[in-house]
């Protein structure tokens, strides 16, 4: 790792094979935490290549314990964090939304690292036992259209990292990773990122992996569709940047999707919205990423239609019913 850290304080970069080869030694406990902290800290201070995130993201695949769920067509609901900007959990409810309307959904989340809430606090909070079984998972995916997938029972090899994470308190490449480690390996994916520049790092992983997927990017830094500013939305079939016009809603204010002060509070926030009791600026914010998340399914249908698709999932009950499932099975 010596080596290493050296050519990277010296502005060099890694090769794909060597970004594999290293993330491959911290599954094998080959660095002390100051030099995992020290790796972790270089992406900070520039930006990550093409071939280096790659890299990354090929041995995390290879070291994951894998999720098969018999040819199942499913879809990904995953921010990468790190924005900074404290919203309720949008993908996570609109995974819930996705779910109810009728589509097959495979979450993979984690506990909130830069956030006071990630997916698996709240979930967590609410009764939800974590599970790597994959015949629960399935049984799961069957009664309640999701799953859930807790991100370090499928990366046990990583362990170490997570308390430097926690303790550094600011996003990584990991966040950049967590989307694209799914252990189902989904073939539909609604992908926020927290920069432009890694919504083009992410188009050119994902134009390999065989996968309908939407990467947004909110324009005002949001890692989601935040209906607060215009949203670059890059898919298979292009690029384009929509307004909340375009989903048929008013622009908001960013106080009015705030996630809270602590996991509890979070909770709350995400109980209300999913009983039918929220705002009518978070309703729509998580029915806007639900309805990209549906488009994923359904690219001929248009944006409008497919946000009718979430407001009936969240408003008839059915996504609420798909939460109540899970948390019992």
């Known amino acids: 790792m010596k080596a290493i850290l050296a050519r990277l304080f010296d502005h060099q970069t890694l090769s794909e094979n060597e970004a594999y080869e290293t993330l491959n030694q911290f599954s094998q406990g080959a660095f002390n935490a100051s030099q995992m902290a020290s790796f972790l800290t270089v992406y900070n201070m520039r930006d990550i290549t093409n071939e280096e995130l790659a890299g990354f993201r090929n041995a995390l695949i290879d070291l994951c314990i894998k999720v098969d769920l018999g040819g199942e067509e ?12 404290h919203t309720f959990n949008i993908s996570t409810l609109a995974s819930f939304i996705v779910a109810g309307a009728g589509y ?16 698996s606090n709240v979930l967590e909070h609410l009764g939800y036992t974590f599970t790597n079984d994959t015949d629960v998972l399935k049984k799961q995916l069957e009664k309640s259209g999701i799953c859930f ?46 920069n ?12 390999s992996l065989e996968k309908s997927y939407a990467i947004v990017y909110g324009m005002d830094g949001f890692d989601e569709v935040s209906l607060t500013d215009h949203v670059k939305v890059i898919t298979n079939r292009g690029t384009t940047v929509l307004s909340p016009d375009d989903f048929g809603y008013d622009k908001i204010q960013l106080g009015e999707i705030s996630g809270g002060s602590s996991i509890g509070e979070a909770a709350e926030i995400f109980q209300k919205i999913i009983q039918g009791q929220g705002t009518k600026s978070q309703n729509n914010v998580v029915c806007a990423n639900a309805a990209l998340a549906i488009k994923c399914f359904e690219p001929e249908t248009s944006l409008l239609d497919c946000v009718a698709k979430a407001e009936e999932s969240l408003f008839s009950g059915k996504a609420k019913a798909s939460l109540t499932n899970l948390l019992s099975n």
């Open 74 to 85: 499913t879809v990904d609901l995953c921010g990468t964090g790190g924005d900074g900007k």
């Open 104 to 119: 097959k959904v495979t979450k993979h989340g984690n506990y909130g690292v830069s956030s006071i809430s990630g997916s």
């Open 149 to 194: 997938m807790h991100a370090p029972l499928f990366h046990p090899a990583l362990k170490g990292v997570g308390p430097i994470r926690r303790e550094l308190g600011m996003k990584t490449f990991f966040n950049m990773l967590g989307p694209l480690v799914n252990p189902a390996q989904p073939k539909q994916q609604l992908v926020g990122v927290f």
């Open 196 to 207: 432009l520049k890694l919504s083009n790092l992410y188009k050119f992983l994902h134009e």
